[in-house]
């Protein structure tokens, strides 16, 4: 795909801030009509530029209320790609990033409460059959804020 423009750059801030939004809505708020949105959307969707849409939940409003990041040591002679796999197989992760350095990996886990996390530790990640050690971290707060879509590209 060729280089985003402004009007590309101000659609795609608008979706991050409301994945929701419609045409015609976006096309208001930038004063052009809803078919320029439209296909400027549809081309960015087929670049592979927008890669979906999805629901953001809120996990402590459903009782899981600790996030952790379990910084994770694999056996390297197994196969990573199928650890991973096993690890989402875990209701309560919710993303594995592969890491340079000496850890393998970063587990996103989210538990109801202390005695939740440590049943998962013990007892889903460390049982993984590359596991070789995991040194968690609690998250006391994040802040998070969307892409920056300025002229980079």
Known sequence: MEKLDALDKQILAILQ???RASHVNIARRLGVSHTRVRDRVLRMEEAGVIEGYQVVINPSVLGQ???CIVQLEVDQRLD???TVR???KIDEVVE???LTGQVDAHVRVWARDIP???EILYNKLS???AHKSTSSTIVLKQWRK????GDSN
């Open 65 to 67: 209320g600790v996030l």
């Open 146 to 149: 969307p892409l920056g879509l």
């Open 80 to 82: 990573f790609e199928e």
């Open 127 to 129: 049982t993984l059959p």
């Open 96 to 98: 594995v990033t592969n």
């Open 86 to 88: 096993e690890m989402l």
């Open 17 to 19: 801030e409301d994945g």
């Open 116 to 118: 939740h996390l440590r």
